[in-house]
């Protein structure tokens, strides 16, 4: 994996290397072959641990579909592009497990049932880059840093808090289809986006127009989004259709769930040992 530091690097590089492509299935389906849904997500170092982090939607989609837990899991797969020997790209996905996910309480309401938190990670294990993460863009990008390009995995200090002096961008790919053994997508570059107010642990944004076609957003949940500086806020979990509303979980969250999994990993790794 790429772990040059973003500040090295174009806006629209950091775009495209940051993010990647996610697909949803059945855990019943062994083989990964018939997707439900599609996603995206990123990787970060934090404490020298590798994760890969999402929207929990993109994990638990049933869960969001009645508006509480089901207890069923899906497997997420990160999709690899990688470079055969004739230099092309052939595409496989890498499952992932074990994620990481939470519910809030309103300790003022404790005969309320818990709200579902839009996040999940996972922490990433050797396995899980046995195959490369290349990029398989041919627009958008410069020929030196595009097709065929090592993805980044980020750092704590690739991010940053919005303000009202930046502009966000969010990059990925839209209505993505398997059409036999061939995977169909358009990418897309929402831009000019602007920051609004800071509602819990959400930043909301503004798109420039209202939000009419859910399908110019489908399968962009877990991307970062990205400031003008070259920072990236948080991660994108919703849009509210007919307005200009897009949710951006804090960072800041998504750290406090990861230093959880990582004293989960040492606690298992301590009983594992005794």
């Known amino acids: 994996?790429?772990?040059?530091?973003?500040?090295?690097?174009?806006?629209?590089?950091?775009?495209?290397?940051?993010?990647?492509?996610?697909?949803?299935?059945?855990?019943k389906?062994?083989?990964?072959?018939?997707?439900?849904?599609?996603?995206?997500?990123f990787m970060v170092n934090y404490k020298e641990t590798?994760?890969?982090i999402t929207a929990d939607h993109v994990v638990h989609p049933l869960d969001y579909e009645v508006g509480n837990r089901t207890g069923e899991d899906f497997t997420v797969s990160i999709f690899n592009n990688f470079k055969t020997n004739n230099d092309t790209l052939s595409t496989i996905v890498t499952p992932l497990g074990g994620f990481n996910?939470?519910?809030?309480?309103?300790?003022?309401?404790?005969?309320?049932?818990p709200q579902l938190v839009d996040l999940s990670l996972c922490?990433?294990?050797?396995?899980?880059?046995?195959?490369?993460?290349?990029?398989d863009e041919k627009e958008y990008v410069n020929e030196e840093s595009g097709f065929g390009q090592q993805k980044l995995i980020l750092y704590d200090t690739s991010f940053s808090v919005p303000n009202d002096n930046l502009t966000f961008f969010v990059y990925g790919k839209i209505r993505t289809e398997l059409i036999g053994i061939l995977l169909h997508r358009e990418?897309?570059?929402?831009?000019?986006?602007?920051?609004v107010c800071e509602s819990g642990d959400y930043f909301l944004l503004n798109t420039p127009e209202i939000i009419e076609d859910i399908e110019e957003w489908s399968g962009l949940s877990g991307s970062p989004v990205w400031g003008s500086n070259g920072k990236c806020i948080g991660i994108l979990c919703s849009v509210t259709i007919e307005t200009k509303s897009i949710w951006v979980m804090n960072y800041e969250k998504v750290k406090t769930i990861m230093d959880v999994a990582i004293l989960q990993e040492q606690l298992m790794l301590e009983r594992e040992n005794n």
């Open 187 to 195: 990418n897309t570059l929402k831009t000019d986006l602007k920051y």
């Open 50 to 52: 590798n994760f890969f």
């Open 29 to 41: 389906d062994l083989k990964c072959e018939n997707p439900i849904q599609f996603g995206c997500g």
């Open 101 to 113: 996910y939470l519910e809030s309480f309103n300790i003022e309401k404790p005969d309320c049932s």
């Open 123 to 135: 922490i990433l294990k050797e396995k899980h880059f046995e195959y490369p993460f290349l990029t």
């Open 1 to 27: 994996m790429d772990k040059t530091k973003t500040e090295k690097l174009s806006l629209i590089d950091i775009l495209v290397k940051s993010t990647y492509l996610t697909q949803t299935t059945s855990q």
